[in-house]
């Protein structure tokens, strides 16, 4: 979600169409709404009201320091951990090396980022 936002400041129903319009990516207003807000308490993103012609004002919503920050962090970790996905999915467990672990630093911090986000949507 918040890749979204690097564009610049985004009005949060944008931010659920845009989510909506990828494939496969089941999302819903009852989901996004409360993850912005949570983004906003966390001070990854940042909020400002505008005046809408059509009706009450809007909440805009675009990144921090913090929130590009954390971008930046995901991008790299998930280019550490896709690939490995992508091989376990094309070929089984074989791909994954039949169970070995990996220690180094990036195969540690990669997942636990992504494991991280995701554990913590509610």
Not at 25 to 38: A, C, F, K, Q
Not at 52 to 72: F, H, M, N
Not at 84 to 105: E, F, K, Y
Request: aromatic share 8%; charged share 20%; glycine share 10%.
């Amino acid at each position: 979600m918040l890749t979204l936002l690097r564009g610049g400041r985004a009005y949060s129903y944008d931010v659920v169409r845009a989510l909506a319009s990828v494939d496969g990516l089941v999302t819903s207003e009852g989901t996004v709404y409360p993850l912005l807000s949570r983004l906003r308490r966390e001070g990854l993103v940042q909020t400002q009201w505008q005046e809408s012609p059509q009706g009450p004002p809007r909440r805009y919503y675009e990144l921090t320091p913090e929130g590009d920050a954390t971008v930046d962090a995901f991008a790299a970790a998930w280019q550490v951990f896709r690939p490995g996905v992508d091989s376990i999915v094309a070929d089984g467990v074989r791909a994954a090396g039949g169970g070995s672990t990996d220690n180094s630093s990036a195969a540690r911090s990669g997942p636990a980022i992504l494991t991280t986000t995701i554990e913590e949507t509610p």
